[in-house]
């Protein structure tokens, strides 16, 4: 079973640019969360979607932002992109309620 | 809130020595507590779990003891390689409600196996 697939593996930005990263989850899986991982703040919880719905969000600013389409893949856009946001970004597939997380391999963002 | 406060690192042993991992936590109710792992240049996988006190979980020779009177999941290993060596990281997680999808996670731990 193909495991969870985060893309671009890497990408560099622009200060004030926008990104988007995507995720496909485990097949089955139907909830998507994501995280942010820097040196500092450590691994800190974005949001969670649920069947096209944002169930949960963390505290970040709204320039954050995610969607979930009907094949339960994700996406996650940050506007007006600053320094601080160069993190590792990681996304988690699970089949909901209390079953485990599953990660991928993440995207690396550089904001320059 | 919840908070996970792992031992701090980095941690540095032979090959076959015993190895610890202290993880405390502070939480309401009683919620599920996990081990990830990651190795350099990859996400997080999932190395073990336990849902309920006194709950023992295991997986490749890991283990962890979920203690409720000392809100603690300390991490074991007998006999460490080096191909252990890695991040580790302690986590919690509540049920349902306005947790859904969301892990607290303690630092990071750095282990570094010597030959």
């Known amino acids: 079973k193909a495991g969870v697939t985060q893309t671009p593996r890497y990408l560099i930005k622009t200060r004030g640019q926008q990104v988007t990263l995507s995720c496909s989850p485990i097949?089955?899986?139907?909830?998507v969360s994501w995280y942010q991982q820097t040196p500092g703040q450590g691994l800190q919880f974005l949001f969670e979607y649920f069947s096209e719905t944002q169930r949960n969000k963390g505290n970040f600013p709204g320039r954050f932002s995610g969607r979930q389409f009907s094949n339960s893949r994700s996406e996650m856009n940050v506007s007006t992109l600053e320094l601080g946001d160069s993190a590792l970004y990681l996304c988690a597939s699970s089949l909901g309620g209390v079953s485990p997380l599953h990660f991928g391999n993440g995207t690396r963002l550089t904001v320059t | 809130g919840d908070s996970v406060t792992q031992m701090e690192g980095p941690v540095t042993l032979s090959e076959e020595a015993f190895l610890t991992i202290n993880c405390t936590y502070t939480a309401t109710g009683y919620p599920s507590l996990f081990w990830y792992v990651q190795y350099p240049g990859e996400g997080l996988q999932l190395l073990l779990k336990a849902t309920k006190a006194d709950d023992k979980g295991s997986n490749k020779g890991f283990e962890a003891t979920y203690r409720k009177e000392t809100t603690s999941f300390h991490l074991e290993k007998g006999s460490v390689q080096v191909s252990d060596s890695a991040v580790y990281f302690c986590a919690l997680r509540h049920a349902g409600g306005t947790s859904y999808g969301k892990l607290t996670f303690g630092q990071g731990t750095i282990l570094t196996v010597h030959p």
């Open positions: 097949s089955g899986h139907r909830s």
